[in-house]
């Protein structure tokens, strides 16, 4: 199969794979769509019909209530359904609205499935971004809709066309055709149609072609629109996020992003032009064969009416009709162009719901202890991230014993953040295993895993959720314990000040009354995040480094309350708060190198006593 076969081909496909898809979201909305349609396509048809029988009795000199009541008839008519088509327009806009809701909530329930290892590679992100435009913007589902409604409407227009002119083909039987001119017989004969049929054909041919082309130069166009939109929409999200308003403003970026929004708005204009000025040349040719077509056909009828072959009125109806019925073959064409561009662009949104997670997903489940008898062992763990060479951790043999306090420290880069993110799962090792009470961490079903740990990574996000939301990750939470929870993080101060306590929301992006928070605020509440989880393992990753001193210091007070009878991991860089743990790792280029408490590794002179050193002289 060549290259153009292949892309109709999985056009074809996509244009059925959207058709059964909305089919399944809305179920009845393409037959709802094929009765709008051809309710549609019938209105204009009753104007040429009634207005040909209105004209001809007034030629006649027929009676006032004849003609009055054909004009009762058409104006009726034509009224009922265009409130009919008012009403169900209305119904289409709703259920094309609906269905790009249940299209953007696929993308947003497939985003949340994925494995994190697979959603923060670029590939899949390149995707998102593109299945994003191609249902929304670039593509849009709506306008697939629109482009589909347009081929029904069409072809309702051929079929009612068609029947008005089957009367031209039939010859009028002529009393007297002695002193008849031979044009006049020849307009008589059947097969004279086909002169009208020969310079549609030559219309349609010469449209058809010139669509061709002229679709190709804009797809063109719109595929290097997709990286101009990926570039635009980065741009955007950076000029429009608040928070990062303040760097560009103190760097002094402004300059910087204006330009960059201009130099790609530029070359898009560039490409625009380009595009614009080759499709005015070749779309002047269809003009030229338009109207050659409306002088040969409408002298065909008109010379029909002027040898009395057809009425004045046939003659109105039979013109009509037939423009009805070019325009709708040669606009036929252009919707399908549509359909197959944006057949394309919705492709990426099939490659996106295809992407396949791979890891190992196990079914048992992990065992209910209210005693917390959980125990993790690393069993010569090693660990390289996906296209990259160096192992970020190597042959890691580790046992977390139940209840202990551990610590876990070593310079930036030395594999701690990836030994937390392979612990919960995030990640799979590359070799060796990771047991819970013995079983590999795998086997167990990921939703249960992941229940044991309460973490709190270095970027921990808050979201634009009222506090509570944010503290109980729910809509429906205890609010007492919420409370609970965020007076042991050190929030009670700041919360006796909201007016709205936990219903504050936070940030603006959802609410305009939103608070803002600082980011010492934000860790606290992040904290209480963990301590609402109550689970049974409580891991945090440089959990203090927005705190000031004081908050700190009380923060490490009452740790020992908050994570007691549970196992918990602290990640930091300030080794005075590693003192209070029993076990301190110490991590230098992915391995374990020392281990043990505090007075141990001092002694031992080592890595971890380095550490303290450096740090202790500033103090000092
Ligand atoms: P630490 O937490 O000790 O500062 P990390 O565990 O974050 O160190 O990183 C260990 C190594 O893995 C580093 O060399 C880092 O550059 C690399 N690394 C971390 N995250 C990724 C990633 N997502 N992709 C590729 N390499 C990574």
Not at 66 to 83: A, E, P, Q
């Amino acid at each position: 199969m060549n290259n153009k076969q292949s892309n109709k081909e999985s056009a074809r496909r996509t244009v059925r794979k959207v058709l059964s898809l909305t089919h399944k979201l809305i179920p009845g909305y393409i037959t709802f769509l094929l009765i709008v349609k051809m309710m549609a396509a019938a209105q204009p048809f009753i104007q040429i019909y009634f207005s040909s029988l209105i004209l001809d009795g007034l030629l006649r000199l027929d009676s006032f209530d004849s003609i009055f009541r054909n004009v009762l008839i058409m104006i009726g008519l034509d009224s009922l359904l265009v409130l009919i088509r008012w009403r169900l327009e209305g119904i289409n806009w709703v259920k094309k609205h609906e269905l790009t809701q249940k299209i953007n909530k696929m993308l947003t329930d497939k985003t949340m499935e994925f494995d994190f290892d697979i959603l923060e590679k670029h590939e899949t992100l390149d995707t998102l971004k593109k299945a994003k435009d191609g249902i929304t913007t670039t593509g849009d589902i709506r306008s697939f809709c629109d482009n589909l409604a347009g081929i029904i409407e069409k072809l309702t227009t051929i079929v009612y066309s068609v029947v008005l002119l089957i009367p031209l083909f039939i010859p009028k039987v002529l009393e007297e055709t002695a002193g008849l001119s031979s044009l006049c017989v020849f307009l008589n004969q059947w097969y004279s149609i086909f002169i009208m049929i020969l310079v549609l054909a030559i219309h349609v041919f010469v449209s058809y072609e010139t669509n061709k082309k002229s679709s190709l130069l804009q797809m063109q166009f719109f595929e290097k629109n997709v990286s101009y939109n990926r570039y635009f929409s980065y741009w955007f999200d950076l000029i429009f996020n608040y928070s990062i308003g303040k760097y560009i403003r103190l760097y002094k970026m402004q300059k910087l992003m204006i330009k960059k929004v201009q130099e790609t708005n530029d070359n898009l204009e560039k490409e625009g032009v380009a595009w614009i000025n080759k499709d005015i040349k070749i779309s002047f040719i269809p003009f030229l064969s338009q109207a050659f077509m409306q002088f040969v056909s409408y002298s065909y009828v008109g010379l029909k009416a002027v040898f009395s072959l057809i009425s004045a009125g046939k003659c109105l109806m039979y013109v009509s009709s037939y423009t009805r019925l070019v325009e709708s073959i040669t606009g036929i064409s252009n919707n399908f162009v549509q359909i197959k561009m944006e057949s394309r662009y919705l492709a990426f949104f099939y490659d996106y719901m295809e992407i396949k997670n791979k890891r190992y997903d196990g079914t048992i489940p992990t065992e209910k202890r209210d005693d917390n008898k959980f125990e993790i062992e690393f069993r010569n763990v090693s660990f390289r991230y996906a296209n990259t060479e160096k192992y970020a951790l190597r042959h890691v043999n580790q046992k977390i014993t139940l209840g202990s306090k551990n610590a876990v420290v070593g310079k930036n880069g030395a594999g701690k953040t990836t030994f937390i993110k392979l612990l919960c799962r995030l990640y799979e090792p590359t070799e060796g295993q990771i047991l819970l009470n013995g079983v590999d961490i795998r086997y167990y079903d990921y939703e249960e895993y992941a229940k044991l740990f309460a973490v709190v990574f270095q970027d921990f996000n808050l979201f634009s959720f009222p506090l509570g939301e944010n503290v109980a990750s729910g809509i429906e939470y205890n609010r007492e314990r919420a409370i609970k929870c965020l007076e042991q993080a050190g929030f009670k101060e700041r919360f006796e000040k909201l007016e709205k306590g936990l219903d504050t929301p936070l940030y603006q992006y959802e609410d305009e009354n939103g608070v803002e928070i600082s980011g010492g605020e934000a860790q606290k509440i992040a904290i209480a995040r963990t301590l609402y989880k109550d689970a049974p393992f409580v891991i945090m990753d440089e959990p203090t480094s927005a705190l000031d001193p004081v908050a700190e210091y009380e923060i490490y007070q009452s740790f020992d309350k908050m994570v007691e009878g549970k196992t918990s991991i602290y990640i930091s860089h300030r080794m005075s708060s590693c003192r209070f743990c029993d076990n301190i790792l110490v991590f230098d280029e992915g391995q374990i190198v020392e281990q043990g408490s505090h007075d141990k590794l001092m002694s031992n002179g080592g890595l971890y006593s380095e550490l303290w050193n450096a740090q202790a002289q500033y103090y000092a």
